[in-house]
């Protein structure tokens, strides 16, 4: 093993886990550069987290109790990350656990299901969900092994252990994890039970719900017609036609505001937002709830869910909510697999997408408004440098979003800011989100980007781009007061 | 602050300044990189400009006395690069004195513009602006503090000071600068009028115009048919259908040549070239005359505008003036911004572009011969090493022009020498230009390029890629040769 | 000249060659990353060749006595690499010994080209062909000079005494190259007659045959009906029909896998994949061999190649072969070299691409089927991350090919790594191949691929990212393993 200049290097750990988990990880190697941005990220590492953005589920607050279940539950059934990979090599997901649509038999046996990710653990070699589950295991269960075939066992005893104690209730978590807020995302429908449960109990924690309408915006999306009327129940408004399907929108945005909403997300696949004449709207809602799926209609869903984007932002403009927009994902790609298993399996695929065209309707409306921040978010990294950082370098209501998704990684937030920052700037970014559903691996997520930050500025304060007080400035601002005001929290 | 080894701090300056202005500035930390770096540049520093392409206005040079105006005047005003990240961050155009269309009243007081100006110059950290403006600041006019709140009256005097005096004109400066020769980019229906002032006038200096008939080419451009009547004055031919149109063209480029310009210059959405039959761009341009705008005929603007790219290069293949293509950018996207303020308000967005195809039809009648030289501009940089290098490659015509407009930065040069030098290899690119109509900020545009160009050769050399010598050679080629060269100057 | 810390210098060579061939060249110049580089690349530099995917003739091996020919024939005539970037610079094509496909006169004296050649060599500075070139003339004729126009006729004198001896006949460099199989590409229609002499001379080289029937498929390649009738007298089946032409195509890929070939190429100029009812395949089958051309009919070939993929893939699940998708290149771009010179002459030019959707029919069907490895290429970098990476991480049937043609270089294979290794890991990719015609390349170019990973797992290591244990297994894989695993070599 090589010695790396200026690590301390101990007894207490091996030295292969000292090494990844060593305090310099994610800095250049280069000795001037890794000084300087270890100076810069020691001013940011312990600042709250702010996760502005996420789909962690709120029921996991609502009881002081809830526990995460078995490691397997914690780390491998509900992460399509971790699961994903495991099916490209061959993995089946029933041997998984992954539950079918059907009720049919997948394994049940945790520790199998372990067992398994743990003897293809090396399938996470040089990827973020690498980073993540080591940071976790190491940082939140003080395991330093690397997982493999050998001490599996050893492994799913030490969690189990763990997970059954007071200290890892989910509350616990988040107050150790020095959580400051924490948005989840909502349906339209949703009673927001958990999140008044959380209120009412005392708890400090702070979880505010996100106002995401897109299972009754999107006219194909399955059981829409169920939806629709979970909607009219939801807002005590009977949706009887499209008048009346606006008045229950917008019942409910208020309803989430109060409930401490600051912002909406949106996942459409394209970011096109070609507003419809009045008239046109309201025939192809009349045709949606009647049911008509006529060939000549076909087209209807695709320019009603564009209609309303654009209608959120008038509403936004209403309300104050902060419109997040994330567009560019073919959801279930892989038709096999949705039919076994549903959504969210790992199958979503990102495809090329445009902002320039499609999103001038929308910023012809409300582009110029005081009262509209619209965040982008994007899958296609060629549209970086070429059309969100010029957009976003020009019209005060949008911000752009941190990298998402697939690019959530070091190289990927590498390639945003420099596709991003010398045409946007700074303040012209969100911050971070974490945009994850794995609540443990929320401070690693937050730390990947904190550090790739601070090595980046460093790289731009010793090319003398920056000074240190600007690189200094902007590291707290990317860390964290830039996702505090761009989403009002 | 951390002292970087190898800089010599001195005590004339604030630390600070000396650090962002040290002679390493843009180099790698790494210090053996550095070193060779800095070798490099030594030997291109101080090599004259060669500025083939840009829009600084001849009248500064047509008078021996002109003069810049306010500090105002020099740097916000007019430079949409700077008052298009403020506006992005919410300060009206209005209050930085930006002329309305309507002549309504927009902010007088250059001090208080300039004080805005340095309230908000902390937008530009990390940004290409935030290097130039340091740059200009500190070597044309002493200034080595950073503009803000506290020291905005005091900029402004001394700024202001300097501007009065003889030593700022732009006569002196061009001089000053260390300019060999200085394109400007003219209307084809300009009467050079400034340009023939300048050489009555004794003076030595080298202002060659470019010939851009984009005004008169685009059907739909406002005011286009003023524009023809304009052309058929400037030219004495009477425009009455496309042969005289032509005739006008041709004309007018023989002058500009009489003139001394050696390029002209198109600016298109798309690169598309698909020429018509001469019946059909007839027939369009007799519509055009007549002002018959059927919505049948409403293709019309965009298929005449791909004939005459193709056009304009049977022209240079027979008049030998160089061709450049700048495609790519959706002009004045924001509707109200253009409607208040006009054209070029930093609301121009790059779109999408291809070039494999859409450059067909032209290459297919002129790629190979040997008059013509197309230098080809992007704004989607995911064409450089999939389409623009390639085709530079191979076609004996083509050169690859310099980053252009928000890729004019650090990193956008070295995303470009990633993407094409490696396909191109250097002798099919045209150099550097600086593409600007702020004058003052000419010297560190190149500085920018030169530095960045030396760091990249140097990484290059110390993997074994090129030798020193030819590290040497490419320096001076993409620093000063090419540029006079491939723009035969 | 610079000496490079670490670097040992000798004087047997001059010190510019020296300093090119240095033990270090392609590694970071950082100290430690270059000592882990070098630590990594000595476990794999002297592991076998796998060739999996390449264009060498197989007749050089057919017979033992087989020569190169002259060093313009050896490094100039056939390699479209290296003459496309003499065009690009207005080199004539015929200067250069290219026949054109009339017979017409082209330079015939050898050492005339090749003066042409070593004048121009300065061209290939910063290329990968430079990167070849150089360490060929090194390695294999123990040439360090730089070629230029003094040293032209010694060097040429120096190669061609080589080229004469037994030492440098193919077979004989093959075993010197340490190459443990390679892999052709063959005709649907070809006889195989080189492998089977090879075969029976008992030289146990390992020389496999690919499957490549493109020019059958496509209904509008050159002279396709003179194919199918030698696809029929290859197959002994008369093809008469859509489902004798199946039957053929079943033939030939029976009795290429009994020749040892382990996979098929397909090269298409989209990664569209939509099947056609069997009727419609008939129908267009029907057409094309009665020759009717129709305007109606156009779409044919188009519609018929997008049908033929999926069919490819359904006889992969059945025989077992593996399956390669070159997708995204406008061939003979350039129409007046095309008529003159026919195909392969530097004209192939990359188009923009999209995966998600165009693969969509295919997978459907078999995306999921454990028999089929399907291995995608592309030439637009900007599908990496967006849709080649997410796709590879999650069909268990997908692998993505090492970065192809104008990709296959230093900054070409870090964009790759970097764009995709963190979404699909190492385990989705599918080691390298080297895909080039110049046999005598070969070893220069898995050398490049080998230097580049292990400088870039280097700094991997070095960020935390992975364990030295990690990297190493990572090397070997991207080295040696996965090409041999994943086309079942």
């Known amino acids: 093993m090589l010695l790396l200049p200026g690590i301390c290097y101990s007894k207490d750990m091996n030295a292969e886990a000292l090494h990844m988990l060593n305090e310099d990880r994610l800095f250049s190697p280069d000795p001037t550069r890794r000084h300087l941005a270890r100076e810069l990220y020691a001013t940011v590492r ?280 994330h567009v560019g994902s073919y959801r279930n790609h892989n038709a096999d697999i949705f039919e076994r298993f549903g959504a969210d399996k790992g199958a979503d695929i990102p495809t090329p997408t445009g902002y320039t065209y499609p999103l001038k309707p929308l910023l012809d409306r409300y582009g110029n408004h005081p009262n509209l921040t619209l965040i982008l978010f994007t899958l296609d990294e060629s549209c970086y440098s070429n059309e969100l950082a010029p957009l976003a370098g020009h019209y005060p209501t949008l911000r752009l979003g941190p990298p998402w998704w697939f690019h959530d990684s070091p190289n990927g937030m590498t390639r945003y800011l420099d596709g991003v920052l010398e045409t946007a700037g700074v303040y012209n970014l969100a911050g971070f989100n974490d945009d994850t559903r794995a609540f443990c691996s929320i401070p690693a997520r937050h730390d990947v980007w904190r550090r790739v930050v601070c090595d980046y500025l460093a790289g731009l304060t010793l090319r003398g781009i920056v000074t240190e007080k600007d690189a200094q400035e902007m590291a707290l601002d990317l860390s964290y007061r830039l996702a505090k005001s761009v989403y009002r929290l």
Chains 1, 2, 3 share one sequence.
């Open 46 to 325: 312990d600042l709250p987290l702010i996760c502005p953005h996420g789909h962690v589920d709120p029921q996991l607050f609502a009881e002081e109790n809830h526990s995460f279940g078995s490691p397997a539950e914690l780390f491998i059934i509900p992460d399509h990350y971790v699961f994903r990979m495991l099916y490209s090599q061959g993995v089946p997901l029933e041997s998984l656990g992954i539950p079918r649509r059907d009720g049919g038999a997948t394994e049940t046996d945790h520790r199998k299901i372990w067992r398994l990710f743990c003897e293809k653990y090396y399938l996470f070699r040089g990827t973020p969900s690498g980073l993540w589950l080591r940071q976790e295991l190491a940082d939140v269960f003080g395991i330093t092994e690397t997982p493999d075939a050998a001490n599996a066992d050893k492994l799913y005893d030490e969690i189990a252990a763990k997970l059954a104690t007071a200290a890892f209730r989910p509350r616990a978590l988040y107050e150790k994890f020095n959580i400051e807020v924490l948005c989840t995302t909502d349906a339209a429908t949703d009673s927001l039970e958990h999140h008044q449960r959380i209120r009412e109990s005392g708890w400090k924690g702070r979880i505010l719900p996100t106002f995401r309408p897109d299972a009754v915006i999107k006219l194909n999306a399955p059981n829409w017609r169920e939806n629709i009327d979970a909607l009219s129940a939801a807002s005590g408004i009977g949706i009887t036609d499209y008048k009346s399907f606006i008045a229950a929108l917008e019942n409910r945005r208020a309803f989430f505001k109060e409930m401490g909403a600051t912002a909406t997300d949106h996942g459409a696949e394209s970011p096109d937002t070609k507003p419809l004449e009045i008239s046109e709207a309201e025939a192809i809602f009349a045709r949606a709830l009647a049911g008509n799926r006529d060939e000549q209609y076909q087209g209807d869903p695709y320019f009603f869910e564009c209609h309303m984007l654009t209608e959120m932002a008038r509403m936004s403009v209403e309300d104050g909510l902060v419109m997040q927009l």
